[in-house]
């Protein structure tokens, strides 16, 4: 989990420092040094194509890899805790409705509905994170209808009741505290595969132009140019070090959480 941190608040740093670090413009273009091998004219990691220096779109990429990522995870998942619990309080017909509405949802691999939304709206950063958050949400709607069905016939909720609290304290003042936990858990596993499928629709084009510093979409530029290794070895091993840094962290909160799994 140590790592996975230091990872991560690295990451953070080099976003937030990025002009900082950066040695050239990440949209400039010099076509005379299009595909300069790392080391050459300056260029640590080498140039693409168009002569952009490829360690200063990295960089410059973290300011869109990271934040897309945490925006999908953070409403993602604000949408589905509302839901989940709203159905497994209220009960009856509107758990069926809103049960059936996650569902459908559910049916669809989450990457091909995210390109189904993300063509229809148009191809975009904005876009692109609104296409995830509607395909994130019913994952978390499930895991806390289930708690909350669970929870809602324990003695301190029955207690809350006699006491004269209304439903609304009782939801989100008694019940989801102590549900809330799980779905924590799962927001720290997932952070890495919202990263990791957004650079996905950016490989397929279908995130932000070509012309942005994003990861996928490098990747996919260094597929035309598979001989520069350069071009898609750096942006691809950036995108992995994030995922499985926020996987590890993902493990070492699941651990906390339930000391059952913790590693000897």
């Known amino acids: 989990m140590l790592v996975g941190i230091l990872v991560v608040a690295g990451w953070v740093l080099v976003a937030l420092l990025a002009p900082n670090f950066a040695t050239h413009d990440p949209l400039s273009q010099d076509v005379s040094h299009r595909l300069d091998?790392?080391?050459?004219?300056?260029?640590?990691?080498?140039?693409d194509a168009l002569g952009r220096d490829i360690q200063t779109r990295v960089l410059y990429g973290a300011r869109i890899t990271i934040p897309a990522g945490l925006a999908v995870i953070l409403l993602g998942s604000?949408?589905?805790?509302?839901m989940g619990a709203l159905a497994g309080w209220l009960g009856g017909l509107w758990d069926e409705l809103l049960m059936r509405i996650t569902e459908l949802f559910m049916a669809f691999p989450t990457i091909i509905l995210a390109m189904a939304i993300t063509a229809a709206l148009g191809r975009d950063i904005r876009n692109a994170i609104i296409a995830l958050i509607i395909v994130w949400w019913p994952s978390y709607a499930r895991?806390?209808?289930?708690?909350?069905?669970?929870?809602?016939?324990?003695?301190?909720?029955?207690?809350?009741?006699?006491?004269g609290a209304t439903g609304a304290w009782i939801l989100f003042r008694t019940i989801l505290p102590n549900a809330i936990a799980p779905a924590i858990v799962l927001m720290t596993l997932d952070i890495g595969n919202a990263i990791l499928t957004f650079a996905g629709l950016s490989f397929l084009g279908l995130g932000p132009p070509p012309t942005s510093p994003e990861w996928g979409s490098m990747v996919n530029a260094g597929l035309d140019n598979f001989s520069q290794w350069w071009m898609w070895l750096f942006p691809g091993?950036?995108?992995?070090?994030?995922?499985?840094?926020?996987?590890?962290?993902?493990?070492?909160?699941?651990?906390?959480?339930?000391?059952?799994?913790?590693r000897d």
């Open 237 to 262: 091993m950036a995108i992995a070090s994030l995922v499985m840094a926020f996987n590890f962290i993902g493990d070492g909160i699941r651990d906390i959480f339930d000391p059952r799994l913790r």
């Open 143 to 163: 895991l806390i209808r289930g708690i909350v069905l669970e929870i809602k016939h324990n003695e301190y909720v029955d207690a809350a009741h006699c006491a």
């Open 78 to 82: 604000t949408i589905g805790v509302l």
């Open 37 to 47: 091998e790392p080391g050459e004219n300056g260029h640590i990691w080498g140039a």
